[in-house]
């Protein structure tokens, strides 16, 4: 089994009560959801933009994400979010990547609503 090495948090990616912005374990950053609210596509952008924040603060990068998890709210917004997804990442080989729609995505209450979440788990 592997433990967890170091808890990954600070002013803006705070840690809460039920969960961290990152924890590092056996060479690698698991990264929580962060979400995007309104238009799709910016708020991809958005989304991965904390997620790139993050993974810095620990130490990593967005090219050194192995795999993405995406939570759209609404699977006919697909190849919007995906234009806005695909232009965030950098140049070389692509990570694996899953897409699937919640029920509920968190933040739906608010206004604008959420409309993705992007986790990431990548190499330190």
Do not use: Y
């Not at 912005?21 to 910016?42: D, M, R």
């Not at 990442?89 to 897409?99: Q, S, W």
């Amino acid at each position: 089994m592997v433990a967890q090495e170091k808890v990954i948090f600070n002013d803006k990616h705070v840690m809460k009560p039920h969960n961290s912005a990152a924890v590092k374990a056996g060479g690698l950053l698991f990264c929580s959801g962060q979400v995007g609210h309104g238009e799709i596509g910016q708020a991809t952008k958005d989304a991965l933009q904390n997620l790139k924040e993050v993974l810095e603060l620990a130490g990593s990068s967005l090219d050194k994400v192995v795999k993405f998890n995406i939570f759209i709210g609404d699977m006919k917004q697909f190849a919007e979010m995906n234009k806005a997804f695909v232009a965030s990442l950098p140049e070389g080989p692509k990570p694996a990547r899953t897409c699937v729609q919640p029920a509920v995505l968190p933040g739906f209450d608010k206004d604008p609503a959420a409309s993705v979440e992007i986790e990431a788990i990548a190499e330190l």
